[in-house]
């Protein structure tokens, strides 16, 4: 039986290296290429075309959900697995609608990691179990907008930079950055901003 081939997408080089020698001792399961940010993950996705993409999520350039969304977008095979330490709701609830078929954190096991790798590669979709009830409980109440404008704020821009930046005008950039600061019961931008953040909004 052909191996699983995979692309490895993680930007802490240790971890990444670690992963790769860890994957590579499965007598199943070979690595066919590792990258450091998302836009090299998504070109080694398209030169490789391997079976599935273990990603990180935050990592230089394109977020491991944006590759995801794109993968998506243009209809490739590969299925994406994401592992990350980060256990928050709003990120499951987007990598599910980006279409990733396995969401897992990388303090589990490395039989479980494995174990994960293999269910994916076989059509199954797997959530770690302590993220699947809460990712249901609390609903992402922000819009793209309102998202797009609170990640600009939350590296400090002025409505003006944001404005000119997401081809709005200033009064709309104040009105979405007011809607999200009520969504989300913040005081102001930054705390708006810092919730989102926490829950896995941004």
């Not at 977020?63 to 299925?79: F, P, S, W, Y």
């Not at 009830?133 to 793209?144: F, I, M, N, S």
């Amino acid at each position: 039986m052909a191996p699983v081939r995979v692309v490895l997408a993680e930007d802490q080089a240790m971890v990444l290296g670690a992963f790769a020698s860890l994957l590579n001792l499965q007598p199943d399961v070979e690595v066919v290429a590792t990258a450091a940010d998302g836009d090299a993950a998504l070109a080694a996705v398209s030169a490789h075309h391997p079976d599935v993409l273990l990603t990180d999520i935050e990592m230089p350039g394109r977020t491991g959900l944006d590759v995801a969304a794109e993968l998506r977008r243009r209809g490739a095979a590969t299925r994406v697995l994401i592992v990350t330490t980060f256990a928050r709701s709003g990120y499951l609830r987007r990598a599910l609608d980006a279409g990733v078929a396995g969401y897992v954190l990388k303090d589990a096991p490395v039989a479980e990691l494995v174990a994960a790798l293999r269910k994916v590669h076989a059509g199954e979709r797997v959530i770690a179990p302590e993220l699947a009830l809460a990712a249901w409980d609390q609903l992402d109440p922000l819009t793209e907008r309102e998202r797009a404008v609170l990640r600009e704020a939350a590296a400090g821009a002025t409505n003006a930079d944001i404005a000119a930046s997401l081809h709005l005008a200033e009064g709309t950039v104040r009105n979405y950055l007011s809607t999200a600061m009520t969504k989300l019961g913040a005081r102001n931008r930054t705390e708006a901003a810092n919730t989102a953040r926490e829950r896995g909004w941004l």
